[in-house]
């Protein structure tokens, strides 16, 4: 295994150094796994005026998988766009062509109290949302800005081709495989002809996984669903812009951002795995954060890129632990609790594994 491991910005470092220690534990006991470290973000301008540097980009394309910690910070802000911590990111995802996110939404009952929704609604929740990430009317042309019948018009234009939508169906329908056998494509097909056609290619698709039971649903349904009664949901797929929306929403469902990993996926499962939060710089730098969601991470390249399930079900198992130890970071702390550092959470994990 040939790992490039980004740290980036704000609390990247200590979040990725608590997963680099879940690593290292599995080399001690004989795994093969090669790491190597490069700057992204404010921390790849910083050092090579780039925020995705050439070697850096070059040392991803060579990896198998790529674990990322967070970009950003109020440091990098007035720079020039093309200079953004958060270019660094888009280009990465695009440049390896990682076109499926996965993003699951789930809950330890122990942690249903910081949802803002009823416990009963919450607890125990487990979705994996899968969004199409490199196409649709983020990158549709034509696009642009311009004056029409004296007054100025915006437009974009929301484009899928079959076999985008062929490919993306193909990992959702893998990933609904190995979960509960229930896919939901949730699209907005009344409305719209690139959903018409969505739809179609997704029951095309359907044919060959004849064991998933799929359903369809408008985008305006899907949102009002998740906040009614998510439980209904295992495995979603979506297209950017629908996907952009339901993934966040799902995401605050659990009510602890620092929880919750994510994966992108290519067409090989090559991956890049990174937490959903952000470089959290009000906390950086503390030995404060959360590092689960990073560790979490993790258990999601051995399940998707490694197809190690046995390691990634350990992985797991053990987050479950600590959190039913009681152990918590301030983020999901809650009185009674044992309050833990970020690195006090990794040697934790370490501990359980
Ligand atoms: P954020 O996710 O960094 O932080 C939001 C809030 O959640 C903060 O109060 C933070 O302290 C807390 N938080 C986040 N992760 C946490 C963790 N692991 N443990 C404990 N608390 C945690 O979002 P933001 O404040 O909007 O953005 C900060 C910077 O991060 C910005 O520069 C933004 O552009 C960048 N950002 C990067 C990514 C990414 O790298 N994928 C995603 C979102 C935002």
Redesign the pocket.
């Known amino acids: 295994m040939k790992l490039a491991i980004l740290p980036?910005?704000?609390?990247?470092p200590e979040?990725v150094a608590q997963a680099v220690k879940v690593l290292n534990l599995l080399k001690s006991e004989g795994a093969a796994i090669e790491m190597e470290t490069a700057p992204i973000?404010g921390a790849g301008y910083d050092a090579a005026g780039d925020p995705l540097p050439e070697a850096t980009l070059k040392l991803a394309r060579e990896a198998d998988a790529v674990l990322?910690?967070?970009?950003?910070?109020?440091r990098?802000?007035a720079l020039d766009r093309p200079l953004r911590?958060?270019r660094g990111?888009l280009r990465i995802r695009k440049e390896l062509n990682l076109f499926a996110n996965l993003r699951p939404a789930l809950l330890y009952p122990e942690l249903a109290g910081a949802s803002s929704l009823k416990p009963e609604v919450v607890s125990g929740l487990d979705i994996m949302i899968v969004r199409e990430l490199t196409g649709d009317v983020y990158f549709g042309q034509p696009r642009g800005i311009e004056v029409r019948n004296g007054e100025r018009v915006g437009f974009n234009t929301m484009l899928y081709s079959e076999s985008e939508v062929r490919r993306v169906a193909r990992v959702a329908f893998g990933i609904a495989m190995k979960r509960g056998k229930k896919l939901c494509s949730v699209e907005k097909a009344n409305v719209l002809e690139c959903s018409e056609l969505w739809k179609a290619v997704m029951i095309e698709v359907s044919r060959d996984y004849p064991e998933i039971e799929l359903c369809h649903m408008y985008v305006d349904n899907a949102a009002m669903q998740m906040i009614k009664w998510p439980k209904q949901f295992d495995t979603i797929v979506t297209g950017n812009l629908f996907g952009d929306i339901l993934s966040d929403a799902a995401s605050m469902l659990s009510g602890s951002?620092?929880m919750l990993p994510s994966a992108s996926l290519d067409e090989h499962n090559k991956g890049m795995y990174?937490?959903?939060?952000?470089?959290?710089?009000?906390?950086a730098g503390r030995n404060?954060?959360?590092?689960?969601?990073?560790i979490l991470s993790l258990a999601m390249m051995y399940r998707y890129t490694f197809a190690d399930i046995a390691t990634a079900d350990r992985i797991e198992n053990a987050v479950k632990k600590v959190i039913a130890q009681g152990y918590r970071?301030?983020?999901i702390f809650t009185e009674g609790a044992q309050k833990v550092s970020?690195s006090e959470m990794g040697d934790a994990v370490v501990k359980a594994m």
């Not at 990322?68 to 109020?74: F, I, N, Q, Y």
């Not at 404060?288 to 990073?294: D, F, G």
């Open positions: 980036g910005d704000g609390i990247g979040i973000g990322l910690g967070a970009v950003g910070g109020p990098y802000d911590p958060e990111l951002i620092g990174e937490p959903i939060h952000g470089s959290a710089p009000d906390i404060l954060a959360n590092p689960l969601a990073t970071t301030v983020d970020c």
